[in-house]
């Protein structure tokens, strides 16, 4: 039996990877630097392994990596978060002497890691993208004369809108640039979109030759924070339009592999803009399951070498709920009672949730055990809670 391990179980879409491997025949490992995690308790892994934190103790962590590899000698290694998947390819060509690494290079990597690389590579293909202004290649205070108002800060390497910040006026954007910089690393200025506009998420998976094997976008109904954050309810849809932009810039980068895309729909002109692309598996990973669309066994066939047979088309119209923080979004939005979906169906043929499975049902006991304990660490709270916007 074919055997790997996936890193960062503590993240939500670790669960939809567990059970996909699982169930195509792989002897599955779990890790995490957290004791406590929704992945631990999923049914799906064989065995569980804590390692370092690959953010606090990055060096160690690589070094937990690379002997875990050489002692139990998987057929691959999955990071499904950020910081694990940039650390590893920094040493793929090292780590693929033990194992194999179903991603990219460090260098194409970073080019969808780093915002500031993607929106320009958008900008060289024509795809359409918020009007974005670059420190590297002028001052901040040519940027305080030209860009709108308000305008966005937004660091070139963050997750979850951290970091975003609203510029109202020239006379602040100085000082908040040099706030966020100090904070999170080199920023980019960027025009402030209405928030009427639908935002989507794309998900793609190219052969190593570039050819497109799979794809399949799904619009964001709801989030939370409720003026923008996570998404707390998605649903699968066809946009072409979002699909074929994103192809573009996945084929200028020379991607392969799985990516993520968020666009967002100008209410102006109805366009839509691409706004990142995701290096890590999405947190509603699942919905690409439901509607058909097997993301981690292509990536598994990916790494074993083994024919990746192409999916033509998905179902429509499956949702993906996010029940905890709809219950935050239903508690403060003045549209609770209006919104679509009703925030009341809780079950339906079409409807699942990103946490909460009857087939695998311990890992919602998981997240609320790690939540409680987060409470008491003001770092996990820093992180869980420190939106943008």
Known sequence: MPSCLVLDAEMQCA????????????????????RINMGFFSRYPRQRIIYPSPKYFPEAFVEAIFALAKQNHYDFILPTDDISSELLTAHKNHL??????????????????????????????????????????????????????????????????????????????????EKIK???????????????????????????????????????????????????????????????????????????????????????????????????VPACFRIT???????????????????IPKVESYKLDVYLRYLPLDILWFLQSPDRFRAKPNFFKFFGTNLYDQIISFRDPAPIFGFCLENFVALFDWESRKTRYSRGW
């Open 289 to 307: 399951l439901a509607a058909g669309i097997d993301f981690p066994h292509m990536i598994a066939r990916l790494a074993m070498g083994e024919d």
């Open 96 to 177: 693929e002497r033990y194992t194999r690494l179903p991603l990219v290079s460090h260098e194409t990597f970073m080019k969808a890691r780093d915002k500031s690389a993607t929106l320009k590579i958008a900008l060289e293909n024509d795809v359409p993208c918020p009007k974005t202004f670059f420190p590297d290649e002028e001052t901040i205070e040519r940027i305080a004369g030209r860009v709108p108002y308000p305008a966005l800060v937004k660091p070139n390497i963050s997750s979850g809108a951290r970091g975003i910040s609203v510029v109202e006026k020239k006379s602040d954007l100085q000082k908040t640039y």
């Open 182 to 280: 100090g904070i999170y690393g080199e920023c980019d200025i960027q025009e402030y979109l209405p928030k009427r506009g639908l935002q989507y998420k794309a998900d793609f998976f190219l052969h190593t030759s570039g050819e497109l094997k799979a794809g399949i976008v799904y619009s964001k109904l709801r989030y939370f924070p409720i003026n923008g954050g996570s998404s707390v309810i998605n649903r699968t849809v066809i946009q072409p339009e979002v699909m074929n932009n994103a192809f573009r810039v996945l084929k200028s980068m020379g991607w392969y592999g799985f990516a993520d895309f968020d666009f967002i729909t100008d209410p102006r002109d109805g366009v839509a803009q691409i706004v990142e692309i995701n290096t890590r």
């Open 15 to 34: 669960l939809p990877v567990l059970e996909s491997l699982h169930m195509n025949g792989f002897d599955v490992t779990a890790g995490s630097h957290k």
